[in-house]
């Protein structure tokens, strides 16, 4: 396999936040991103823009709300899946494809506020899904890595403090025992593989100046399987992106493997 960088980005707009996201593909030249919380219908997805910079793009919208896309630098993604199995689902969520050699599961976990309640139960619920399919993607002999929003702080490690967030569903036992179900299936959380012991952030709200004060979470992703996972040269965030003007909340997450 090539040296390839996968990113994965929470736009939180893509209409909103084009600008940002064309200057930091040009900056970058990821080769596979994922994209999550378009918040637009296919209809109005910038494919042009996006292939005027070199990338092939599979998007799967919804208007207003939700929303995932995987670019890849180069070539067209073949898509595998749209949506997770066992879902009939509205919520536009989940998108596979085989990307330069490697299947990419992209996901925007729910946001599961307020907790408790059908927020909350529709979260747990599509977890669960999520982790079904994520077993059948440990008995591939694919390289697979699922990038993307989770909607999960996994240990505390993960947050510059949980005391304001300890009702918030980001931080509940519940969320957190079913990341912990997808590690302990193989999958190797890139970040923390490499970075046991330093506090990596890739989420600052907008409030009480939280990107300032680097006041973040660590809610955003990249799993690989066991045949990807000894690949893994390098990973990082570019938090460079959540201070230019008009930025999304999250910054883009990525990763090299080869």
């Not at 960088?5 to 600008?19: D, E, H, M, Q, V």
């Not at 969320?175 to 179900?181: L, M, V």
């Given at each position: ?27 970058e030249r990821p080769h596979v991103v994922c994209l999550q919380e378009l ?149 190797t959380d890139a970040i923390r593989h490499l970075y046991p012991n330093e ?60």
């Open positions: 396999m090539k040296a390839l960088k996968i990113a994965t980005f929470n736009i939180n707009g893509l209409r909103a936040r084009l600008p940002n996201l064309l200057d930091w593909l040009q900056r918040k637009a219908p296919d209809a109005s997805f910038p494919a042009t823009a996006f292939e005027a910079l070199g990338y092939g793009t599979l998007h799967h919208g919804q208007a207003s709300w939700n929303g995932v896309a995987i670019l890849a630098l180069d070539a067209e993604p073949l898509e595998s899946r749209r949506g997770l199995p066992g879902i009939d689902d509205s919520q536009s969520r989940y998108l596979e494809a085989a990307v330069h050699g490697v299947l990419v599961g992209c996901l925007y976990l729910p946001n599961g506020n307020p907790q408790p309640g059908p927020k909350f139960d529709y979260k747990l619920a599509w977890f669960e899904r999520l982790i079904a399919h994520a077993a059948g993607l440990q008995a591939s002999e694919l390289p697979v890595v699922l990038a993307g929003d989770y909607n999960v702080v996994p240990t505390d490690f993960d947050i510059y403090n949980p005391r304001s967030w300890l009702k918030d569903a980001l931080l509940q036992p519940e969320s957190r025992a079913c990341y912990q179900r997808l590690l302990d299936q193989g999958w506090r990596v952030f890739t989420f600052w709200d907008y409030f009480r100046q939280h990107w300032q004060k680097n006041s973040g979470l660590r809610i955003d992703h990249l799993l690989l399987n066991p045949i990807l996972a000894p690949r893994l040269k390098d990973a990082g965030v570019h938090a460079w992106v959540r201070n230019e003007p008009h930025a999304s909340d999250h910054a883009p997450v990525w990763i090299e493997v080869g």
